[in-house]
């Protein structure tokens, strides 16, 4: 019995095959464990002479056991020492990183300079009511600005109960949501996704607006020109002259386009300096029809509103010339006009 398992144990090849032999030998129902139950039938004699040599072999056979599952165990790691090593002097892999799109590089760049004005961000859905991207804003239905706005409908189907929404075509109806939600006065800028159906070299169906606003007891076009000239001088890295133009949109009253002062000279536009003029954004005090729809009394507050194109400025401050080029996502676009993160 003690050279059928001594044997059986050094000849072992793994682990599994130990604990087969372990079970087979002095397991419960092992063989050993078997005799030593046939103890009891014996004489008190033969007991004396089968009991120590029975547990002798046990501990002999267990001692065994324990001394080749350690040898085994020595054995597997000397096998990985030897198939799994690394050659820590091969060149690193390139290791192909992202890059942050001007797009997000420059609303982070407006966030920061109007929050140092005290604007704090506002947002609102991109799916809009349609009566947050019009009527609240003095654009009634038939108004012809509903059909110049190029605005993508939701469809509906008949008997859809639910208000009619559209993709919203610009951000002032965040103008609307938070002087709902906040009252006056208030400081808000408004960065998000607008959408029109157009498309050419400076227009894409989707792109994106920071809209401002500003409202409290005595604010006036020259607050506007103020935060303005101070956001584009911040924003270009040099002072930047503006120029007001009047205008229209039938949410401010009064309304002006607002131009930066650069030089067209060789194809390339340069900011803040020259005689040449190019329009940025739209603006204006809000129409005291905009707040009574917001749940603000025009007869104690007033302010002002613009909207800015954040593509259009990025365009300008990184001399990028086609617009499409921001949403085609070609990696090497990207990697040439992205941002470390
Ligand atoms: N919403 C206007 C647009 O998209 C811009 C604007 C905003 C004009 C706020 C005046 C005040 O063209």
Redesign the pocket.
């Known amino acids: 019995l003690k050279a059928k398992y001594l044997g059986a144990i050094a000849e072992a090849a793994d682990e599994s095959a130990l604990e087969a032999l372990r079970v087979q030998a002095v397991g419960k129902k092992g063989e050993i464990s078997l005799k030593m139950r046939e103890l009891g039938k014996m004489t008190p004699e033969e007991r004396q002479v089968a009991g120590p040599a029975l547990n002798a072999l046990k501990d002999e056979i267990n001692t065994a056991l324990t001394a080749k599952k350690a040898a085994l165990a020595d054995a597997a790691l000397d096998e990985r020492l030897r198939t799994e090593w690394l050659d820590v002097t091969l060149p690193a892999r390139d290791r192909r990183t992202g890059s942050v799109h001007p797009v997000s590089q420059v609303w982070e760049e407006c966030t920061a300079i109007f929050a140092d004005m005290g604007f704090s961000v506002a947002e609102g859905p991109q799916i809009e009511e349609d009566w947050y991207n019009f009527d609240a804003l003095n654009i009634p239905s038939h108004h012809p600005a509903r059909a110049e706005m190029d605005t993508f409908y939701m469809h509906r189907e008949p008997g859809d109960e639910r208000p009619p929404h559209v993709l919203r075509?610009?951000?002032?109806p965040v103008?609307i949501r938070s002087m709902q939600a906040q009252g006056a006065p208030i400081r808000v800028i408004a960065p998000g996704r607008?959408y029109r159906s157009d498309y050419d070299q400076t227009h894409t169906p989707m792109f994106h607006?920071i809209?401002g606003l500003a409202i409290d007891r005595d604010i006036s076009m020259a607050n506007l020109k103020w935060v303005l000239e101070e956001f584009f001088t911040a924003y270009f890295g040099t002072p930047v002259k503006t120029r007001f133009r009047a205008s229209h949109?039938p949410?401010?009253e009064p309304?002006a386009e607002i131009d930066i002062q650069c030089s067209f000279e060789g194809g390339t536009v340069k900011v803040g300096e020259g005689e040449d003029w190019l329009e940025v954004?739209?603006?204006?005090m809000v129409h005291p029809k905009v707040l009574s729809a917001a749940g603000v009394d025009p007869a104690e507050w007033q302010g002002f509103?613009?909207?800015m194109g954040i593509d259009r400025i990025a365009m300008l401050k990184y001399g990028i010339p086609d617009l499409r080029a921001f949403f085609d996502s070609d990696l090497r676009w990207l990697r040439h006009y992205g941002f470390s993160a």
């Open positions: 075509t610009h951000t002032s103008q607008v607006q809209e949109f949410f401010t309304s954004l739209g603006s204006g509103a613009f909207g």
